[in-house]
């Protein structure tokens, strides 16, 4: 009602500057029970994005800075964004910041514009998995691995036993079905526009300018600029992120999740053990695109 009032008062009584909500979609994507984590999943994000969503205004703003992680997540992410973008008639737009490579490339496909830095890192449409083989470390420890299963497959790619073909045969016809999917869904969002080169999907990934030439993303620049030049000079953005906990973290993450776990006696040990392991494997997704 009293926007609908302010249209009849003079001067700047009567503007009234556009506001868009923007949500930061930062970090590794996957699911991580420590309670030290910064990945991104469903869970932390469900609740900004429906916030932002609900908010009036013509259009969301996404800033995504991911290397990916979870295809699992990933396609939740994006499907969550899709959806209240139909729900509440939205326009979204992604801004990627340093990279939207992989599962970050999966959410920022979410927007109907995709705008990146010219320096950013885009693509690397394909999956890929990562381990180790310590058969030799053991053989050389004098360690005997003992491993017992019902079902003649169920200790598959286990990384104290020796390699087997038919293990690595079922573990890319998986990569490829995954694949399969990922390039599907880019070409529904963006086929009209996306270029027929070869290697497009290959797992390749591109900076900002030559994903704009390849149709991966649709133009360069920057939050600020981009939202004064289509909404006019005055407008305004809020960061929408998730709720606080009483002790002033982002709930489920830091101090609080931590106390409730010496409170309840929990195994630290073994967290910290998980948490050390999640953040080299963090630190090699990023490193990869030389961040």
């Not at 737009?93 to 920022?108: H, K, N, P, R, T």
């Not at 030799?136 to 169920?154: C, F, M, P, S, V």
């Not at 290959?202 to 981009?226: E, M, N, Q």
């Amino acid at each position: 009602m009293l926007d609908g009032v302010r249209k009849y008062l003079p001067g700047k009584l009567g503007e009234v500057p556009t506001v868009i909500p923007v949500v930061r979609l930062q970090g590794a994507i996957g699911v991580s029970s420590s309670p030290f984590s910064s990945t991104l999943s469903l869970a932390n994000v469900a609740r900004p994005l429906d916030k932002a969503f609900s908010m009036p205004g013509p259009a969301v703003a996404l800033i995504v800075n991911s290397p990916g992680g979870s295809p699992v997540q990933s396609r939740l992410i994006h499907n969550r964004i899709r959806s209240l973008a139909k729900q509440h008639d939205k326009e979204v737009l992604v801004f990627v910041e340093d990279v939207a490579a992989s599962g970050g490339y999966m959410i920022a496909v979410a927007g109907d514009e995709i705008i990146a830095d010219a320096s950013s890192i885009v693509g690397s449409i394909g999956v890929v998995y990562a381990g180790f083989g310590f058969t030799g470390a053991l053989d050389k420890l004098g360690i005997e691995r003992r491993l017992h299963t019902a079902g003649e497959n169920k200790a598959l790619l286990d990384p104290f036993s020796p390699e087997r073909d038919e293990d690595v045969r079922h573990l890319k016809a998986i990569q490829q079905e995954v694949h399969d999917d990922f390039i599907d869904l880019v070409k529904a969002r963006r086929g009209d526009v996306l270029s027929e080169a070869p290697d497009l999907f290959s797992g390749l990934f591109w900076t900002g300018t030559a994903g704009r030439d390849l149709g991966l993303v649709d133009s360069l620049g920057d939050l600020r600029s981009v939202l004064r030049a289509r909404f006019g000079e005055e407008v305004k953005t809020r960061l929408v992120t998730a709720p606080r906990s009483l002790l002033g973290r982002r709930q489920g993450v830091g101090v609080a999740a931590a106390l409730g776990e010496l409170l309840t006696g929990r195994d630290q040990g073994a967290g910290l053990a998980e948490e050390v392991i999640s953040a080299l494997e963090n630190r090699a997704l990023w490193a990869r695109f030389g961040l």
